[in-house]
């Protein structure tokens, strides 16, 4: 167990709709990070966040946004959701922004878009 | 612009023998290297990592070697077990900068140690 959390594992939806998935980072993770990964893809960056600020961002589409709360809990919100956004989302959480601190992945949400 | 790639979709090895996962990349300003396993339904989780000052790394039945004038990494694991059946993600990090942190991951390589 990694102690990320994330919700829900599954979700199918219907393309032209909008989802909000939720992740919580292991106690005292400061940064968490969003990827995703496509049918026999790698793990893409999309966007991270440092103690609820939004530190980087890769290839996220603009009608994808995210955000950090107080809480230090993320969530990553899809709208207009297309066929081609059906993929494993991960989150994942660091303690801090130093390399040599391991990313900490949750199980995933899988995405179904019908 | 694939920045780190594993040319190897597939592995296969007997138990007991080595199995060598390679990884190349095209970043020179990567320079921390990991290493991350993945089975089913699962998360990824961190396995190995190197700094650049550093061409080798070790942990238990686990080396990783760095290559940088050739920006080639690669994983041993010896010896291997039928446990270590799983998908192999190698990862890079380029210090400095806003993407600080952030990691730039490979296709991955499915290994599958037979008994």
């Known amino acids: 167990d990694s102690g990320v959390t994330q919700t829900p594992k599954h979700l199918i939806t219907a393309t032209g709709q909008r989802v909000t998935l939720r992740c919580s980072p292991r106690?005292?993770?400061?940064?968490v990070y969003w990827y995703q990964q496509s049918l026999d893809q790698g793990l893409q960056f999309l966007i991270q966040?440092?103690?609820?600020?939004?530190?980087a961002k890769g290839n996220i589409l603009e009608r994808f946004s995210a955000q950090q709360f107080p809480d230090l809990h993320s969530e990553l919100n899809l709208s207009s959701l297309e066929l081609g956004d059906s993929a494993l989302y991960f989150c994942?959480?660091?303690?801090?922004?130093?390399?040599?601190?391991?990313?900490?992945f949750g199980n995933g949400t899988r995405l179904t878009v019908t | 612009d694939q920045q780190v790639k594993q040319n190897s979709p597939s592995l296969s090895v007997q138990e007991g023998r080595i199995s060598i996962l390679n990884c190349d990349y095209t970043?020179?300003?990567?320079?921390?290297f990991l290493w991350y396993k993945k089975y089913p339904a699962e998360g990824p989780t961190f396995l190995i990592s190197?700094?650049?000052?550093?061409d080798k790394n070790e942990d238990g039945r686990f080396t990783v070697f760095l290559n940088k004038s050739a920006k080639h990494l690669s994983l041993h694991i010896v010896p291997s077990q039928p446990g270590d059946s799983a998908v192999y993600f190698c990862?890079?990090?380029?210090?400095?900068?806003?993407?600080?942190?952030?990691?730039?991951f490979g296709q991955g390589t499915i290994l599958t140690v037979h008994p």
């Open positions: 106690s005292g993770d400061l940064s």
């Open positions: 966040y440092y103690n609820g600020e939004e530190r």
């Open positions: 970043n020179s300003m990567f320079d921390y």
């Open positions: 990862a890079a990090s380029a210090q400095g900068g806003t993407s600080y942190g952030k990691l730039t």
């Open positions: 190197i700094s650049s000052i550093k």
């Open positions: 994942a959480s660091s303690v801090d922004l130093i390399p040599s601190s391991p990313l900490h």
